[in-house]
């Protein structure tokens, strides 16, 4: 497993050389994000999308 430097220089590698710190900056939070998913998905802590669903259309009505 690589550690959060390391990925975050094969990001930054990987963009253009145009790239602004707002690019920079929204790559590492969206790899950031997938990565706490990924992580929430091993652990067992989702809901599936039927039960999101059900639970979201009980608190409309």
Do not use: C, F
Not at 17 to 37: A, C, F, N, P, R
């Amino acid at each position: 497993m690589q550690s959060a430097k390391q990925s975050a220089k094969q990001i930054i590698d990987h963009l253009p050389d145009q790239s602004t710190w707002d690019d920079i900056m929204y790559e590492l939070y969206v790899k950031q994000k997938i990565e706490i998913g990924l992580k929430a998905i091993h652990e067992e802590r989702t809901l599936p999308h039927e039960e999101v669903k059900r639970r979201l259309l009980n608190d409309l009505h």
